[in-house]
């Protein structure tokens, strides 16, 4: 006899994902990805569960040896403590290993590299950023990225048609 209850203790989370920087695909050409732990504040991580989280023109730049998210927008809640002063914008630090902040470091002092965060997601009950290093796009490149994909999703319709 299979039931379909859930364990005690655990919460459907979905698909976990808490905010999306959909801007970053279009405006760079992404190379590789890290995924990174973030130092929050309580009212962040209340917020953070309701969803009020923005990730676009968000960066992350390096100082003395330590990353930095810079740009993305945690927009307080009015049921916040009255004793905290929320600070929206803040530049939050990111848990990355020395391997890759050595890795970043070394990219973004090349031309035209950056590093940019492309999404937040829940893992377990920790929150995590996904930074990319990325190579900013000209204009060409970036109407030959939407020519390809008219013609995927053209492609797709005709072959569905074919097949019905």
């Not at 203790?9 to 698909?15: A, E, F």
Request: charged fraction near 30%; aromatic fraction near 6%; proline fraction near 2%.
């Amino acid at each position: 006899m299979a039931t379909n209850k859930k364990a005690p203790g655990k919460k459907d989370s979905g698909s976990g994902t808490i905010a999306l920087n959909r801007r970053a695909r279009h405006d760079y050409a992404i190379d590789e990805k890290f995924e990174a732990g973030m130092v929050l504040q309580g009212w962040e991580l209340k917020s953070i569960r309701a969803g009020k989280v923005q990730l676009i023109d968000s960066y992350v730049f390096l100082q003395r040896g330590e990353a930095f998210l810079s740009g993305a927008n945690i927009v307080p809640l009015t049921s916040a403590s009255t004793h905290v002063i929320a600070e929206p914008a803040r530049a939050r630090k990111l848990l990355l290993h020395a391997k890759e902040l050595a890795k970043i470091f070394a990219a973004t002092s090349q031309k035209g590299y950056t590093c940019i965060a492309t999404a937040m997601y829940w893992k377990g009950n920790k929150v995590k950023c996904e930074v990319a290093l990325a190579k900013g796009k000209k204009e060409h490149d970036k109407r030959d990225t939407e020519k390809d994909r008219d013609w995927q999703r053209q492609k797709s319709r005709i072959m569905k048609a074919h097949n019905d």
